[in-house]
């Protein structure tokens, strides 16, 4: 017996991944182990835990500000001319984490209004 059996996919529950999709925490796989999605049983699409973007949100920001600090440093302080590496790896950085943001936050939006509609 598996564990779908045991648990009302549409019951809400953050601990379970969502499928945004099919809007409901259906079975799912995982197609690589290192792979940071599941994917749903159902539509075959992306599925993962909701959680809240805030707390990704505040590490990121640090993280991109502190890259931008360390460049700025070099520059200026060690008239180093790597720093200009770091400042395009803080944009790495920051091109990352607003794409994670953006989808984790939608995820986790769609997930509270779902959660809310069916709320037993
Ligand atoms: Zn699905």
Redesign the pocket.
């Known amino acids: 017996m598996t564990e779908k059996f045991l648990h009302n996919p549409s019951k809400p529950d953050k601990s379970k991944p969502w ?1 945004p ?2 809007k ?1 925490h ?1 079975g799912y796989y995982s197609k690589s182990p290192d792979s940071a999605f599941y994917t ?1 049983e ?2 075959g ?1 992306k ?1 993962w835990k909701p959680t809240s973007p805030i707390p990704l949100l505040i590490v990121s920001v640090l993280i991109v500000f502190f890259t931008f600090f360390m460049g700025y440093f070099a520059l200026t302080v060690m008239n180093d001319t790597r720093g200009y590496f770091v400042f395009s790896v803080g944009l790495y950085f920051g091109y990352m984490f607003s794409r994670n943001y953006v989808s984790n936050g939608k995820h986790w939006r769609s997930f509270r209004k779902w959660a809310k509609e069916n709320r037993q």
Do not use: E, F, K, R
């Open positions: 499928s999709n099919c409901l259906t749903c159902i539509c699409g599925t």
